[in-house]
T-cell receptor, first 111, second 111 residues
Framework: DSGVTQTPKHLITATGQRVTLRCSPR?????VYWYQQSLDQGLQFLIQ???????AKGNILERFSAQQFPDLHSELNLSSLELGDSALYFC??????????FGPGTRLTVL | QQQVKQSPQSLIVQKGGISIINCAYE??????FPWYQQFPGKGPALLIA?????SEKKEGRFTISFNKSAKQFSLHIMDSQPGDSATYFC??????????FGTGTRLQVFP
């Protein structure tokens, strides 16, 4: 157990819908990262937050947005969902720039 | 310059054999090199990590070899077991920038 929690575990929704994925980092970790992993693919970095502020942005679509709250938990919002958005979404947290600890992921299925 | 190139993409090894996965980087500011192991449907988990002040680090059957001048590092899995079958990601970071992940290597160990 990495100490990073993600909810929900599974999410099934329809095209055009909007969903919110939630992540709670390890205690003491200020950075939260979001990754997308499609079937048998690598880790696509989406976005990083550090202590509530956006720190780095990767290949995140305009339909996607994220935020980190004062209690350091983070949410990833995905809107106008398309079939191609079906993937595993991972949250990771870290103290500084080194080891990232990954959560168990949320499996999103868009029908 | 921020890329970490990983090879091979997939690897098939017989039980008891040695699995070798290689990574190369360009950014000389990188000073932390972890390897992550990911089982299907699970989040990546830290396996072993090295900093450039040493050329080799061993933990059980897993060894990282680091060549600073060549800007390369590799993961060796000795006496590979079917339970080692997973996807392995190398990564690198600096003091000022987050981890950059390689594209992953899918390892299959056959009995």
């Amino acid at each position: 157990d990495s100490g990073v929690t993600q909810t929900p575990k599974h999410l099934i929704t329809a095209t055009g819908q909007r969903v919110t994925l939630r992540c709670s980092p390890r205690s003491g970790d200020l950075s939260v990262y979001w990754y997308q992993q499609s079937l048998d693919q690598g880790l696509q970095f989406l976005i990083q937050y550090y202590n509530g502020e956006e720190r780095a942005k990767g290949n995140i679509l305009e339909r996607f947005s994220a935020q980190q709250f004062p209690d350091l938990h983070s949410e990833l919002n995905l809107s106008s969902l398309e079939l191609g958005d079906s993937a595993l979404y991972f949250c990771a947290s870290s103290v500084e720039t080194d080891t990232q600890y990954f959560g168990p992921g949320t499996r999103l299925t868009v029908l | 310059q921020q890329q970490v190139k990983q090879s091979p993409q997939s690897l098939i090894v017989q039980k008891g054999g040695i699995s070798i996965i290689n990574c190369a980087y360009e950014n000389t500011a990188f000073d932390y090199f972890p390897w992550y192991q990911q089982f299907p449907g699970k989040g990546p988990a830290l396996l072993i990590a090295i900093r450039p002040d040493v050329s080799e680090k061993k933990e059980g059957r897993f060894t990282i070899s680091f060549n600073k001048s060549a800007k390369q590092f590799s993961l060796h899995i000795m006496d590979s077991q079917p339970g080692d079958s997973a996807t392995y990601f190398c990564a690198a970071s600096s003091r000022t920038d987050k981890l950059i992940f390689g594209t992953g290597t899918r390892l299959q160990v056959f009995p």
